[in-house]
């Protein structure tokens, strides 16, 4: 993600627009923001299309890409000290990745990037959200005048049409 582009930052926001409209009910429809946050964080557990979704993949992918060889040096590497000593289970060896993985430089650095790449998709959602509603807003104006008008000329010519008549 070192070279963030508006293409990449397009796609980003399409991924996201994505993954919001899948939740949008489950979230709306819970009772607290406490509870919205926890319906989140479980999102992997309780939704079934949770790793179909393309923000997710493509999530995958850059962790994939960026900690991969890393996790795998580290599996070898902790997988052949233990080989030499006791044996020791398959938690032991992810918490053991996890922990140095999280550790790392790389991690933090993909973590950084990620986190201010994520911060300019958002940021720029959100100022498109804030100008379709001011486009909004003005429409509404602009519709609620036509209709004062259209009230005002329709009662001036009832007016007229009924003086014309007495």
Known sequence: MAHFSGEDQATLQV???QLFQSVKEKITG???LECAEEILLHLEETDENFHNYEFVKYLRQHICNTLGSM???????WTSDQNQGEESGYDTVVQHVTK???E??????MMHSLKNSMMVVVESMIDKFEEDE???RERQR????????SYCTDNCSDSDSSSNQV
Request: aromatic residues 4%.
């Open 100 to 102: 140095r993985t999280q």
């Open 134 to 136: 001011m486009r909004s």
């Open 71 to 77: 996790i795998e040096e580290e599996m070898e590497k």
């Open 142 to 149: 602009k519709i609620q005048k036509e209709k004062s008008r």
């Open 104 to 109: 790392s430089k790389e991690y933090k650095e």
């Open 15 to 17: 991924m996201l627009r």
């Open 30 to 32: 819970a009772p607290s």
